[in-house]
């Protein structure tokens, strides 16, 4: 099994950065896909940014041009710079990972316990 942890949330002003870390520690070597989901208060939870071990991304439309997605293999660790953060980014942003493709992720990923991300106007 795959255990995961985020960190790097925080109360930022919009127009700011944060970056999200999601450290994996467990079965490893089985994730193929790492991800970003977020979920806001009374909306369903929705994909941010997503990465395969090879390398193939998916964005939001709304998080493209603003947020990267990266991996570090060595590291088990994926990350999400997120910049000209706007209040509508306000949510809790969770980690999954997953040993198939980006598309089984919400059905069969691990979770995370979520990381808070206030962007305030």
């Known amino acids: 099994q795959v255990q995961l942890v985020e960190s790097g949330g925080g109360l930022v002003q919009a127009g700011g950065s944060l970056r999200l870390s999601c450290a994996a520690s467990?079965?490893?070597?089985?994730?193929?896909?790492m991800g970003w989901y977020r979920q806001a208060p009374g909306k369903q939870r929705e994909l941010v940014a997503a990465?395969?071990?090879?390398?193939?991304?998916n964005y939001a439309d709304s998080a493209k041009g603003r947020f990267t997605i990266s991996r570090d293999n060595a590291k088990n660790t994926v990350y999400l710079q997120m910049n000209s953060l706007k209040p509508e980014d306000t949510a809790v942003y969770y980690c999954?990972?997953?040993?198939?493709?980006?598309?089984?992720?919400?059905?069969?990923?691990?979770w995370g316990q979520g990381t808070q991300v206030t962007v305030s106007s």
């Open positions: 999954n990972a997953n040993t198939g493709p980006i598309v089984t992720m919400r059905a069969f990923g691990s």
């Open positions: 467990g079965s490893t070597f089985s994730i193929n896909a």
């Open positions: 990465i395969t071990r090879g390398g193939s991304i």
